[in-house]
């Protein structure tokens, strides 16, 4: 597999040109991740603050029963 490289410089740059598509496409892909993992938390923080704002009767409720 070594004679490849050394025949033809052409097989290099190919080469280099598809590694550095794929690292591309992989950095690519981890930011897409890292930023749908903080809307997610956004999202569950926004949710978690619209329920405790909606419904403070039942977070005082709660002590209430636990004492019965």
Known sequence: MNFL???NSTFQ???TFV???VGDLALFLSIMIC???AHF?????????MHLLVTPSLAVQ???LARK
Request: proline share 8%; charged share 10%.
């Open 62 to 64: 709660v002590p209430s």
């Open 35 to 37: 930023l749908l993992l």
């Open 5 to 7: 490289p050394t025949y």
């Open 19 to 21: 590694i550095f598509i």
């Open 13 to 15: 740059v190919i080469a």
């Open 41 to 49: 938390i956004l999202e569950t923080g926004r949710v978690a603050r």
